[in-house]
């Protein structure tokens, strides 16, 4: 494979779409759900508008958004595995960038703490950004980090090999196997039993399996582009239905509670639905939108795969406690209640500036490595 087909742009542009995705959710799951149902913060920002038992549009276009993030996760695997499932893998290449980014976001996070404290600005998640000004919690970021590697370690001791042995029948036949693993109940939390987290893993080893098999068998090939709009779409009817009926049961549930003259009516909290990453409904959101992206004809355009080059790094720089707090400086709620649309402009405008913090930090550690190499002379001796 040469190194123009490596840097397609049509998968590029994808993973700047994958990482805004994973930036909108992290803000929504980690601030705006905060916000909504968390008593301390409605009694700070005064914003409880939601906290009565009645079904309201705005929820349901959050809902709607929850899949975001973990479909963002699961393009990311299914990208690595379109390119690398034919490939001998570098697992030093792969290890050692991993590390140095780590540890560049690391003292980046650092930094910036300590400016946000020493001007005495107000955060809500103190203990976890006192953490973040300790150099030692470096490896305690992104769990997406420890995820991706584990897969790539898999497929560099032995995956990669065995996939090359399959003919299409029979890699099918695995991904089907290791699919219906993870699916069904008993043997899905039979996974995680033995190890916490191995059901993600399994799930993981499919998605970059899968993006192997696409890039060999061309599977949905004789698919119409307009199928794959319809499975996305009834998808999500799917998840506004699920939402829809889990809310009315809720409230039903509440009006029934209350009846009960003996026991004092507690405050309604709504409620958003949350996915995990084995989710059958992220795994075919992610495929219905990998394939769509896969057929952009695009030529290699170098701007936006310098856009899209970063995106390991802004993972790393938003995915923690500090930028939880920075977001919680807004009130998201009131802005939700009353305007959903500038709700969902002011989400997509945040994602876009954390992108850009990210695409710039990267961009600097991208020099200093090149003055590292160039002046390694300065730390370590000539032979």
Known sequence: MNKNASRASNFELLRIVAMLMIIAYHIIIHCVNVQLVNADSIERWQNGWFNQPMFFRQLLGVALMMPFGLIGNSLFIMISGYFLAEKEIDI?????????????????????????????RYLLHTNTLFSYIRIQYFNKMSWFVGYYFIIIFVAYLGLNKFLASLDSKKYLGFMLAILTLSQLGWSGSLLDDLAGGLRTVVVGIFLFALGGYIKRFNPFERVRVYVLFL????????????????????????????????????????????YENYSIVVIILGICIFELFRRIPMPSVKLINWIAAPTFMIYLLHDNGFSYSIWETNDWITLLYNDFSGFAVKLLTWAVMIFAFGLVAYYIYMLLLMFVVKCKWLFIKSK
């Open 92 to 120: 030093f290449k792969t290890s050692k960038k991993l590390l140095t980014q780590l540890l560049f976001a690391a003292i980046v996070l650092v930094i910036a703490s300590t400016h946000f404290i020493s001007s005495g």
């Open 231 to 274: 499975i996305i779409i009834l998808t999500n009817v799917l998840i506004g239905l699920s939402y829809y009926n889990t809310t009315n049961g809720k409230i039903q549930a509440y009006f029934y509670s209350i009846t009960d003259t003996t026991i004092e009516p507690a405050e309604y909290i709504q409620y958003i639905p949350k």
